[in-house]
């Protein structure tokens, strides 16, 4: 190997490539060059009201023959217990600007039927109405979700609906979810729903993706409505923390104008905000099969995994324009590999493929990436927990099973709390091609 390229921002995973020799590695660690204490909200997840991650791959019901606790399939409660704790988001993605908590609370006999922001998605168009991916029966609502949270031992995040919703929709969502026992009409209806206790829910997205299904806003429009949602929002026990919808992947114009924008009545509105969601998809390289790939289509993906880590230090420079003390903190709440659909265990999962060590490998890139920026990364979840996208499970009915990409979190959950070091790696280039040209 005659060239030696320093690559302190590759992880450990990109640097075994075919031809290099083990002894043309280094690993240089700084144990006095600590970053930041790694969050266990960074090994977070996220389920969607979408095809087949709620109906059935949480929610089976509670006169299921599978094993639940509460309705919820028992399998995926005791997987993610061992690999916990952390934070769980929910219900969407795209489907939480288009849904009514209201609708999720209360008998569920008697909990309206509503056509799911998915709907019309080819795969579930020629699936029977009655298919809860297409009309949504809202089985699993508020109290379900957080009963969930508690069961995993994982905080809740919800997102709140700005596109369809009003501030009053979200301050009303707050005072169910958090009101002191017996203190006023929600916190009754809590109770009587089956939960006295308020659940302190800490965590509130405002919107999902306002650039785009969210509401098709502009930045400067979407400062206006974040600013109007979290005005007087009712404050009990925890503090709110409010997460604003931030970029898509490299789309650095919305992060700068919602920044500027956002504090230009006051500066002190920077407060409001404590995570600037970040989404990124690698997506998927070749023919885009999750299964069917060459080793160059492999590097392909894992380079694009890696941009991660530029997005990261690019959106920071941005927030740090305008918050120089860096109090607001990034929340990647989206992110993972995303290939061609391949429902192989039922035709409602929507965005599902078979998983393979390939994406194992973009789990580990990912979370090694958050780790070196535990001081910049406050949270992040993986799309989607069950049957889409990256997911940590497969399930169908009685069958059940992890995937590669759930060995990683296990693997790598003894990362959380631990202190991130600034480390250096030197090591040969990897060399790939991309449609036969060198990259
Ligand atoms: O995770 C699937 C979808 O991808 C989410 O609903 C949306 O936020 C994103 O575009």
């Known amino acids: 190997m005659q060239r030696r390229d320093f690559l302190s921002l590759i992880p450990a995973g990109l640097i075994a490539a075919r031809s290099a020799r083990a002894e043309d590695a280094e690993i240089r660690v700084f144990l006095n060059e600590p970053t930041g204490v790694i969050s266990p909200l960074i090994h977070g997840h996220f389920i969607e009201h979408l095809g087949g991650v709620i109906y059935d791959g949480v929610w089976v019901g509670e006169d299921s023959k599978i094993p639940n606790i509460g309705g919820v ?177 490299g789309d650095y114009k919305w992060s700068q104008g919602f920044f500027s924008r956002v504090t230009e009545k006051d500066p002190r509105l920077m407060n409001r905000i404590w995570g600037w969601a970040l989404h990124y998809y690698c997506g998927t390289t070749g023919k885009g099969d999750s299964l069917d790939f060459t080793s160059e289509n492999a590097y392909d993906l894992f380079e694009r995994a890696n941009r991660m880590e530029d997005l990261i230090q690019k959106h920071w420079a941005i927030m740090g324009q305008f918050d120089r003390e860096h109090r607001v903190k990034l929340v990647v709440d989206e992110w993972g590999a995303w290939h061609k659909d391949f429902n192989i265990l039922a035709p409602q999962h929507l965005f599902g493929a078979v998983p393979s060590m390939r994406d194992a490998v973009i789990a580990g890139i990912t979370l090694d990436t958050f780790h070196r920026h535990a001081d910049k990364v406050a949270m992040a979840a993986v799309a989607q927990l069950v049957n889409c996208i990256q997911m940590l499970f497969l399930a169908d009915g009685d069958r059940f099973c992890v995937t590669p990409t759930y060995q990683v979190f296990a693997m790598y959950k003894d990362h959380n709390n631990g202190q991130s070091l600034r480390s250096a790696f030197e090591a040969p280039t990897v060399s790939f091609a991309v449609d036969g040209k060198p990259h």
């Open 73 to 249: 399939r028992k399998a995926l409660i005791d997987a993610m217990r061992e690999i916990g704790p952390t934070v769980v988001r929910w219900p969407g993605g795209c489907f939480a600007d288009s849904y009514d908590w209201r609708d999720g609370i209360g008998p569920r006999s008697s909990r309206p039927r509503r056509n799911n922001f998915w709907a019309n998605s080819e795969p579930l168009r020629k699936l029977p109405d009655s298919s809860p991916a297409k009309n949504d029966p809202n089985w699993f609502g508020t109290n379900e979700f957080l009963r969930f949270a508690k069961l995993i031992n994982a905080e809740p995040y919800l997102a709140a609906n700005v596109r369809g919703g009003t501030p009053r929709d979200l301050d009303e969502w707050v005072e169910y979810c958090n009101a002191p026992k017996g203190a006023s009409t929600p916190a009754g209806r809590r109770a009587a729903n089956g939960d006295p206790e308020p659940f302190n829910v800490r965590y509130w997205g405002v919107g999902n993706e306002s650039w785009g299904c969210g509401g098709d806003m502009t930045s400067e429009e979407y400062s206006v409505e974040f600013r109007k949602f979290t005005s007087w929002v009712p404050r009990y026990g925890p503090p709110l923390s409010f997460v604003a919808s931030g970029p898509n992947g």
